[in-house]
């Protein structure tokens, strides 16, 4: 059986939804964080050699890394849902979007986050640097929003489900504000009208509103 190692108020979120998404049975165990370091407890670390959300068992199978389980479930499990196929003139388009958010997005998030918490000083170029990536990430996204529904085309993809992680739950460890752009925040509020998202947090965090504004 399928099992799914959600950690709260992490990435494992993704799985989550992508499992509600596909309507297939699965296991949801959740961890809490450590509430002094906000780390994986050490039962969720003993998983994985390097111990980080996401993590799925399936079998004798365990993986590790948002996008090889994302891969890996609608290869077994999807039947060619939430994908775009390689014969769609959206294909290239699905692909870019489908990596971009580990990629670009979510690094570009990181290395602010990480600025912001050492206090390195808002004028020095490392912080400039970091903070103008940022803000051509999103604007990429925002742009693309402005032409159809979803990342890839007018239906949810996978893509989807791997960007939405960073323009929500990852504000709660950088703060960034979303009101420069309309057409993120018009999508998400499609993203909160999905029973399947509404679900999979609700079962992954019942504690914490979906950041979709």
Known sequence: ??????LGKSQSERIV???????????LKVYDRDPVTRL???????????????????GDVVLA???????????????????????????ANYLYWF????GSLQPSLMRCMVLARAEVPADKPAVQFADARRQQALALVDKQLGKTDYLAGNVLTAADIIVVFSLTTMRLFYPYDLSPYPNILAYLQRIG?????????????PDMAPMLS
């Open 193 to 205: 009208a999905r029973d399947a998202y509404l679900h999979a947090m609700k079962k992954g965090d």
């Open 65 to 91: 890394e948002s996008t090889a389980i994302v891969e890996y479930l609608l290869t077994r499990y999807g039947d060619g849902r939430l994908t775009v196929p390689p014969t769609s003139p959206d294909y």
């Open 17 to 27: 939804w992508l499992c509600e998404e596909l309507a297939i049975p699965y296991n």
């Open 1 to 6: 059986m399928l099992t799914v190692h959600h």
């Open 40 to 58: 994986a407890p050490p039962e969720y670390k003993a998983l994985h050699p390097l111990g980080t959300a996401p993590i799925i068992t399936d």
């Open 99 to 102: 990596h971009f958010a580990n």
